[in-house]
C-alpha cells in the first residue's frame, strides 16, 4: 500500500515553454501533497506544500507564478513549471500524506530544459 | 530555522564492514526522523521511522539511533553489502509542523 507515481518520469523541452509533472496517490487519499527540487549531488528543497482545494503554499524563495501548484482532489496534484529556462532543470519529487501522517514519495520527474 | 547535516558526505567501505552513518540537527523539537535511501535517479525510500519518544529503532541489518538532547541521529547497518550502495538522507520533522527537513546526505560506495 501508500503508493505515489509521477509522470512523466523524464522530460526534455525547449526552453520558454511550459511543463507538467502529475503526483498521484494510487491507493489512498492524501489530503496534503508535497512538492520537492533536487539539484545534481544536493539534498531535497521542499518547494510548496499543498492541500486538496487550497492554495499551495510556497517556501520562501520559491516563485509562486512560475511553479503552479493545483490539489483538485485527494489522489492528484499538479506542477507545471511555466516558462522554463534552463536554470529550471532538475529532479522533482512529490510527496503525499493524510492528515500530517508518514510522507509516502514518488518516483521522481527528471526535467531538462534546453 | 532547523538546520540537518550529514557527515561524512561520502564514504567508501569494503564489503562485509559494518558502518555508521551521522546526522545532525540544530533543533531538538522534532516530531520524528526519518532515515531513507535514494538510488541514483530514483525517488525515495523509507528505511526506519524514529518517533521523539523513542530511542532507537531496528529493521533487518539497519538500526537507528535517536538523541535528541544532543540532536543527533546514527544508521548503523551491519554486514554491509553491495546492494546497500545508495545515497542515505535524514529528515525530520518538527512539533506542530509536517514539513520534512533533509539533510545533506551521505553516499555511500560498498566495494565487492
Known amino acids: 500500500g501508500a503508493v505515489v507515481s509521477q509522470h512523466p518520469s523524464r522530460v526534455i523541452c525547449k526552453s520558454g515553454t511550459s511543463v507538467k509533472i502529475e503526483c498521484r496517490s494510487l491507493?489512498?487519499?492524501?489530503?496534503?501533497m508535497f512538492w520537492y527540487r533536487q539539484f545534481p549531488k544536493q539534498s531535497l528543497m521542499l518547494m510548496a506544500t499543498?492541500?486538496?482545494?487550497?492554495?499551495?503554499?510556497?517556501e520562501q524563495g520559491v516563485e509562486k507564478d512560475k511553479f503552479l501548484i493545483n490539489h483538485a482532489s485527494l489522489t492528484l496534484s499538479t506542477l507545471t513549471v511555466t516558462s522554463a529556462h534552463p536554470e529550471d532543470s532538475s529532479f522533482y519529487i512529490c510527496?503525499?500524506?493524510?492528515?500530517?501522517?508518514?510522507?509516502?514519495f514518488g518516483p521522481g520527474t527528471r526535467l531538462t530544459v534546453l | 530555522k532547523q538546520e540537518v547535516t550529514q557527515i561524512p558526505a561520502a564514504l567508501s567501505v569494503p564489503e562485509g564492514e559494518n558502518l555508521v552513518l551521522n546526522c545532525s540537527f540544530t533543533?531538538?523539537?522534532?516530531?520524528?526522523l526519518q532515515w531513507f535511501r535514494q538510488d541514483p535517479g530514483k525517488g525515495l525510500t523509507s528505511l526506519l521511522l524514529?518517533?521523539?519518544?523513542?530511542r532507537e529503532q531496528t529493521s533487518g541489518r539497519l538500526n537507528a539511533s535517536l538523541d535528541k538532547s544532543s540532536g543527533r541521529s546514527t544508521l548503523y547497518i551491519a554486514a554491509s553489502q553491495p546492494g546497500d550502495s545508495a545515497t542515505y538522507l535524514c529528515?525530520?520533522?518538527?512539533?506542530?509542523?509536517?514539513?520534512?527537513?533533509f539533510g545533506t546526505g551521505t553516499r555511500l560506495t560498498i566495494i565487492p
Open positions: 491507493d489512498f487519499q492524501a489530503t496534503t
Open positions: 533543533d531538538s523539537a522534532i516530531y520524528n
Open positions: 499543498s492541500n486538496e482545494g487550497s492554495k499551495a503554499t510556497y
Open positions: 524514529i518517533q521523539s519518544s523513542q
Open positions: 510527496s503525499a500524506s493524510t492528515q500530517g501522517d508518514t510522507q509516502y
Open positions: 529528515a525530520v520533522i518538527r512539533f506542530g509542523n509536517e514539513k520534512l527537513t
